[in-house]
Structure formats: structure tokens, C-alpha cells
């Protein structure tokens, strides 16, 4: 409970007493493994707040108080993570009189709005799949970028330096949780997204890895295109 309670603490507002926000060297390979069942909380959040609301409110309304609800509660360090990816990669610059085009921001923009229209498009039951999927599996995911060898990529997001377990270990046995969940959740379905939200990591990994830029807010953004990406393909499902 120990791990599961600095996980929760590390990667949401939500309190829990006795937990530090920080989890020492340590511990941090355990609480990598328990990163998906924080996904799994966040997403059974969600869906209460979803429930609590859809009584009073559009679906449209709702899907944006959904968005800035899960920004809220996890410190919006996803979306850090991607703005700080897409600027360690280059912005678009123009002419001395004009400033520079933020690519961080443009991203944000981005998957904010691919969030609200894969939202918009979900009711019911599939929503509530989604609502609980798309965390676990970026949670999952962001945990084995954060194991995955120095050499590969600088693991820093939001201003944070994480501290690496011994061995990517610890990442294979998140993703591992997040397929057994997915599947328990979504069957054949929460299988296929498990297996298409690997594919997608291992390739951004890569592209990293072949990157001759020093990249930083890897975690998040692998977190936020993961989260962004199965949200649309719920929609489209």
C-alpha cells in the first residue's frame, strides 16, 4: 500500500496521509509498477464526476469540465511534458519582427482539442470504457519511458528528474498491468488499444533515441499522446 500511496501522491493532487510527494530512490521501482492503478483511480474520478454532472449538462459541456478536471488532477504535468518535448525539438521561427511560434503551445492546443472531440463523441457505456482505459494506459506507458535506459533518452518533465530504477523491469511489469487491466476492462477491444499503445511508445522511443537533440519531457508526452490517442480511437470504434 505504501507504493500505491506515493504513486498516487506523485502523480495526482489527491491526498493521502502519510505518503510523501516525492518517492525516495528507493522506492521508486515499486511505485513505477503501481503507475496503472493510479490510472485506473483517475479514470473511476472521471467517471463519477462524469455521472454526478450528466444530469445538469450537455455532453459537450461535460467533456470540457471532464478535460480540466483531469488537468487539475494531475497537476497538468502531461501537458508540461509534451509542451516541453515539443520545444526541446525546435520551434518554428520566422522574421526578426515576428516572434517566434511557441510549438509547446500549438501541441497543447492540440490535444486539448482532440480530447474534447473524441469526448463529445462518446456516451454511455463507451464512455465510461474510455474514461477508464486511456489513463491506464498512458500511465503505463509513461511509467517504461521513465525505466527505459539513460542511454536512450533524458527522462525529465515538468522541471521533475526522475529517478531511474536499476533496470527497465519495472516498465515491462507496468505494461504488463495495463494490458491485464484493459483486457478485464474492454476485453478483446481494451487488448487491441494495449497492444497499438505499445507499438506507438516503442516507435516515439525510438524516434528519441535517433533524435541529435537533448529531448526533455519525454514521460509526459508519452503520457499525453497515449491519453489523447485512445480517446480518439474509442471514438472512432
Known amino acids: 500500500m505504501k507504493a500505491l500511496a506515493q504513486a498516487v501522491r506523485y502523480l495526482t493532487v489527491l491526498p493521502w496521509p502519510g505518503a510523501p510527494c516525492e518517492p525516495e530512490a528507493d522506492d521508486m521501482s515499486r511505485v513505477l509498477v503501481r503507475f496503472p492503478f493510479v490510472g485506473l483511480l483517475i479514470g473511476v474520478v472521471l467517471i463519477a464526476l ?9 455532453v459537450s459541456v461535460r467533456s470540457v469540465l471532464l478535460i480540466t478536471a483531469l488537468i487539475v488532477l494531475t497537476r497538468g504535468n502531461s501537458l508540461s511534458g509534451l509542451s516541453d518535448f515539443a520545444e526541446s525539438l525546435g520551434s518554428v521561427k520566422h522574421v526578426k519582427e515576428r516572434p517566434s511560434v511557441s510549438m509547446g503551445v500549438l501541441f497543447i492546443i492540440g490535444a486539448l482539442l482532440l480530447k474534447f472531440v473524441a469526448l463529445s463523441e462518446l456516451h454511455g457505456y463507451e464512455r465510461y470504457l474510455a474514461l477508464l482505459v486511456s ?11 521513465i525505466a527505459s535506459p539513460p542511454s536512450v533518452l533524458e527522462a525529465e518533465d515538468a522541471g521533475r528528474a526522475f529517478v531511474r530504477p536499476s533496470s527497465p523491469r519495472e516498465g515491462h511489469i507496468a505494461l504488463g498491468w495495463s494490458f491485464l487491466l484493459s483486457f478485464l476492462l474492454a476485453w478483446f477491444w481494451g487488448l487491441f488499444l494495449a497492444i497499438v499503445a505499445l507499438c506507438v511508445t516503442w516507435g516515439f522511443k525510438r524516434l528519441i533515441g535517433k533524435s541529435d537533440k ?11 499522446i497515449i491519453e489523447t490517442m485512445t480517446l480518439v480511437l474509442f471514438s472512432a470504434w
Open 214 to 224: 537533448e529531448v526533455s519531457g519525454a514521460p509526459g508526452a508519452t503520457c499525453e
Open 135 to 145: 489513463p491506464i494506459l498512458a500511465r503505463a506507458t509513461m511509467a517504461y519511458i
Open 50 to 58: 462524469d455521472w454526478a454532472l450528466a444530469s445538469v449538462f450537455s
